[in-house]
């Protein structure tokens, strides 16, 4: 009885730890307003959105994507992404892919004021945000 109880805790701790709810910081509207490596991105097309519940959602003006999101501390990183399936016209359609990866390599991120970054593995900037009014 007593394995079965520490087993429950257990479980309990694990889920609340690997909760993908969004920090209440990141929870609400952003501006992608940067993504590393690429240009033509049309700021005031692009809008990622944090929900309470821990989904992620986000376009830069073609396709729609959206995730579970993991935050841990300054850890965060997406689950599997699906996206809508839309032909994007060229210059959108380079910027698109280079979002789609920099979203697979977000491996942390850094909130200050009203500027998020999302970042790789060694600390570079992935993709830059800003809180939209």
Not at 27 to 50: Q, Y
Not at 64 to 92: D, E, K, N, Y
Not at 104 to 114: A, C, H, I, T
Request: overall charge positive.
């Amino acid at each position: 009885m007593r394995l079965c109880a520490v087993a429950v805790f257990l479980f309990a701790l694990f889920a609340a730890a690997s909760s993908g709810a969004a920090s209440p910081s990141l929870t609400g509207r952003w501006r992608i307003v940067s993504v590393a490596g690429t240009d033509g991105l049309d700021v005031a097309r692009t809008h990622a959105e944090f929900s309470s519940s821990g989904r992620f959602a986000s376009t830069i003006g073609c396709n729609r994507m959206s995730a579970m999101v993991m935050i841990s501390g300054a850890r965060l990183s997406f689950g599997p992404m699906t996206a809508t399936r839309m032909a994007c016209p060229p210059p959108l359609d380079q910027v698109e892919r280079f979002y789609v990866e920099a979203l697979r390599g977000v491996r942390g991120y850094k909130l200050s004021g009203r500027s998020l970054t999302f970042l790789g593995n060694a600390g570079e900037m992935l993709v830059a945000l800003e809180r939209a009014k």
